[in-house]
């Protein structure tokens, strides 16, 4: 589980983008809209829609690995 990999509670690490540009540039229409930023700081990957656990474990695996 995402735990077990160290990040802790995720749901800490949300961000406020109050001015909409993080939002736009995911190219999200609507939330919840998940980003994967790499250890560069590159946009890795973008999910959009609801993720649950076994999804997000795997977009990590595939797209932060």
Known sequence: ?????GLGDVYKRQ???PEGG???ALGAVGLPVTGF???SGAL???H???IDPDDLEA???EHLS
């Open 15 to 17: 961000g406020r983008d």
């Open 22 to 24: 993080f939002t736009t």
């Open 48 to 50: 959009h829609g609801p």
């Open 44 to 46: 890795a990957h973008v």
């Open 1 to 5: 589980c995402v735990a077990s990999r």
């Open 59 to 61: 977009a990590i695996a």
């Open 37 to 39: 930023v790499d250890r």
